[in-house]
């Protein structure tokens, strides 16, 4: 998966770079390509944004330099070109999931300033939004975009674990436990150190749909383990 983010704050995205996901790039599983959407200003003070025609507070993005720091991307003709914002569809893990089959994506991370409408009807194939609450800019949503979806790239993480984990069943996940067998007079429970397999799997599931219909219970609705009470 080749990560085309188009960015005015290419520096944000250190962190993602080093971490976990360093091993990822150094094994060519994923690749980062950061564009600095500044270094495609025309202008001589490296200006990008100007003020709103008809008016109003704070300065829009110009769609000229959008569009060029975009046409400088290898292989764009072949990628989804996704734009972070609040007003977009709610990320899942599903979409995610989704995604991950992509071969190349841009990301581009707008400002609360915003991008001229026209370059975003030109290049944009999908609006996403991370959650309801806005952000300084893209740049958070487009490294949980990274993170979700390089975790479902062959060979990034550990894959068994990933078919394991909270909602890949749609249900959370159940309590693990680890040495010491008894911590602060609290002992792990008996059916773990049984070595029974099928009663393990069976109360794990057990505790999956307890938990679920505890903290999250309208990830019940619809799911195929919901057939227990009610
Ligand atoms: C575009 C995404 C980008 C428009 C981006 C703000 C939150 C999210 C931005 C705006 C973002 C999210 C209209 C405020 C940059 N904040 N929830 N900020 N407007 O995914």
């Known amino acids: 998966m080749k990560f085309n983010v188009l960015t005015l704050f290419p520096e944000m995205f250190e962190p993602i770079k080093e971490s976990i996901l360093k091993r990822a790039q150094e094994n060519n599983l994923i690749e980062i390509n950061l564009i600095n959407i500044r270094d495609f200003s025309k202008n001589k003070h490296k200006k990008v944004d100007d003020y709103p025609y008809g008016g109003g507070a704070?300065?829009?993005?110009?769609?000229?330099?959008?569009?060029?720091?975009?046409?400088?991307?290898?292989?764009?003709?072949?990628?989804?070109?996704?734009y972070l914002s609040p007003q977009g569809k709610m990320l899942t893990q599903n979409k995610v999931k989704q995604l991950s089959k992509e071969q190349n994506l841009v990301l581009l991370c707008g400002h609360y300033e915003g991008i001229d409408q026209r370059v975003l009807d030109e290049i944009v194939d999908e609006e996403i939004s991370i959650g309801d609450y806005v952000l300084t800019g893209g740049e958070l949503p487009a490294m949980v975009l990274?993170?979700?979806?390089?975790?479902?790239i062959e060979g990034v993480i550990n894959t068994e674990s990933v078919s394991e984990e909270s909602f890949?069943?749609?249900?959370?996940?159940?309590?693990?436990?680890?040495?010491?067998?008894?911590?602060?007079?609290?002992?792990v429970p008996e059916v773990l150190l049984s070595g029974h397999h099928s009663n393990i799997e069976k109360w794990r599931k057990e505790q999956s749909i307890?938990?679920?219909?505890?903290?999250?219970?309208?990830?019940?609705?619809?799911?195929?383990?919901?057939k227990k009470g009610e």
């Open 58 to 82: 704070g300065m829009l993005i110009r769609p000229d330099v959008v569009y060029d720091a975009y046409q400088s991307i290898e292989n764009k003709e072949k990628a989804k070109v996704i």
């Open 146 to 152: 990274i993170d979700s979806i390089s975790r479902f």
């Open 168 to 187: 890949s069943n749609g249900l959370l996940e159940y309590p693990q436990y680890t040495r010491p067998e008894v911590f602060l007079n609290k002992k």
């Open 210 to 226: 307890e938990i679920t219909r505890n903290k999250r219970p309208e990830l019940l609705e619809n799911n195929e383990f919901n």
